[in-house]
Each structure stands twice: as C-alpha cells, then as structure tokens.
C-alpha cells in the first residue's frame, strides 16, 4: 500500500514514482525478452534487500547461490513460454526441475560452508528462492499466455495486443487501484487499525482498496469479452487486491521483524524495491491459475 506522503522528498517520491510506472508499461508491452531482463533485474535487487533483512537477523543464507537460481528459474521459465525452442516439452520440463533442483544446490552449498548451515539459513534461502523466484516467475507466464479465447475481444488486433499482454496490464492496473484506494479511502475514513505489523493500514483502507480493483476488474472483464465479464472480473479485482495485502504485510512483517523501516533505498521516495513490489509478488501466481484454470470452464458455462 502506499505510506503517508513525504513532504521534503514529495519531488523526488513523483517522479520516481512516474518513471517506474512509465518502464514498467514499456517493458510489458515489448514482452518477450524485454519483459523477462526486466524481471530479472528488480528481482536481483529486490532479493539482495531480502538477505540483507535476513542478516540483520544474524542468517547467513547462501545469497550467491540463491541469486543464480533465480536467474535461472527466470530464464527456463521464459525458454519454456517458447520464444526459443517452440515451447518443447523438454523446455518444459527442465523449466519445472529447476526450483527443486535449485532448493537441493543451496542445502547443499550451506552444508560445505566452514560453519555449516542453520535451519535459518537454509529456511531464509530456499524461501528467497520461492518469493523472488518462482513467484515472480508467474508474470512472465501471464505475460507469455496467447489464447485468444483468455480475451476474445482483442481477437484479430495483433501486436502488441495480445491475451498476455492485456492480463498483465489488468494484473498490474488492479494492483494500483489497491494501493490507490487503500490510501485514499484510509486517510479519509480510517479508524480502525488493520494488522499492529504494519500501523498505518486501516480496515477501511483495506476495504476501499478491495472496492477499487472490484470496479477495475469488472471493467476489465467487459473489455476482454469475457462472458459475464463483469462479475468475473469483479471476483478477480477483489482476488488480485486481498493477495496484494498479503504481499504487503508479509514484508512489512520481516522488516518489523528486522528492524528496518524500509527495505532499502534504491527508489528516491519509497524506499527499497521490495517496498515497491511487495504487492505484486503473491498476485501473478493467483491470477495465472485462475485465468488458466477457472476462466475457460466458466466461459463454457
């Protein structure tokens, strides 16, 4: 969710602020490659930030290693999207091996250490791998996805309109509308504290985030020719803005938990690049599943 405004870095906070939001609108449009570097990159600082929360709780996590198999769970991800071997099942399944695999190389990395791993060390690697990884992950298969029947209405407009790019966009779009209402809604009408972990939040807050990308994801819904798309894309909105809480608060958890106030300062303004992307690490994997997996039974219903 988006904090309290700063009043002495207001300047820097916007236009930070702009020029994130305007290369991310870039990159999800380029796709493809583009869309998977990008990826890649925030994800490398974002984990950098993670183990350094993780060492000021004394884990030694085995950040090299760690950082390599995301990388390579980023990569196998998009090779298997089929940009480069025609989406071979092999692509597939190495693509699937590399998360298990990556897990067993850090345990075994830890145990060659001159002080062997702790289950702390091994808990904060493998969870790393997991958070900065294979969840990020789910946004390149979003933005890869090409069934048309996933948004019948841009059927026949071509590049760069395409079913993943459009879900991306939404995804994204619903995320925004979360933090937007959230802190619109919470400084306005909020009374009554959400969770101690982050004291800033209100219940209202919450719920005006959740009515916002209800009302963004209907819209959505209709424009993508889903079938009964508002109702649909309603359900989705309010998915998409209570897993973007979770992201949220689970890192506001780990930096209570850490002592830190931000998770970094890589972005003038806000903080850290996990300040800045928590919500939209639990999101894609939900909405990838339930485009995938729900949406084509209910459009045949």
């Known amino acids: 969710m988006l904090p309290a405004p700063r009043t002495a870095t207001s300047l820097p906070r916007l236009l930070?602020?702009?020029?994130?939001?305007?290369?991310?609108l870039v990159v999800v449009g380029l796709g493809g490659w583009w869309f998977t570097v990008a990826v890649g990159v925030i994800v490398h600082?974002?984990?950098l930030e993670f183990f350094r929360m993780a060492q000021f709780k004394g884990i030694r996590p085995a950040v090299k290693t760690t950082l390599v198999a995301v990388q390579l769970l980023l990569v196998s991800t998009q090779v298997a999207a089929g940009s480069l071997w025609g989406g071979s099942g092999m692509a597939g399944d190495v693509a699937a091996a590399v998360l298990p695999a990556s897990g067993a190389v850090i345990c075994g990395w830890l145990l060659l250490q001159p002080v062997t791993g702790t289950i702390a060390d091994i808990a904060a690697s493998v969870f790393g791998l997991f958070y900065l990884g294979f969840l990020p992950s789910h946004w390149i298969k979003l933005r890869d996805l090409t069934d048309p029947a996933l948004a019948p209405a841009l059927d026949g407009l071509g590049w760069p309109?395409?079913?993943g790019m459009a879900l991306t966009l939404l995804a994204c779009l619903m995320i925004v509308a979360t933090d937007i209402g959230s802190y619109v809604i919470g400084r306005r009408l909020g009374r009554h504290a959400l969770s101690p972990i982050s004291p800033g939040?209100?219940?209202e807050g919450a719920l005006g985030g959740v009515v916002c990308a209800l009302l963004v994801g209907g819209l959505g819904g209709v424009l993508l020719g889903w079938?009964?798309?508002w109702l649909i894309g309603a359900v989705l909105g309010a998915v998409v803005s209570?897993?973007?809480l979770v992201g949220d608060l689970t890192e506001s958890m780990m930096k209570r938990?850490?002592?830190?106030?931000d998770s970094g300062d890589a972005i003038p303004g806000h903080g850290g690049i996990l300040d800045r992307i928590d919500s939209?690490?639990?999101v894609p994997a939900v909405v990838y599943s339930l485009v995938t997996l729900v949406l084509p039974l209910l459009q045949r219903g």
């Open 257 to 261: 938990d850490a002592g830190l106030k």
């Open 16 to 24: 930070s602020g702009w020029l994130a939001g305007g290369f991310g």
């Open 227 to 229: 079938r009964w798309g």
């Open 45 to 47: 600082l974002g984990l």
């Open 161 to 163: 309109w395409s079913p």
């Open 242 to 244: 209570l897993f973007a």
């Open 280 to 282: 939209y690490l639990f």
């Open 201 to 203: 939040k209100t219940v």
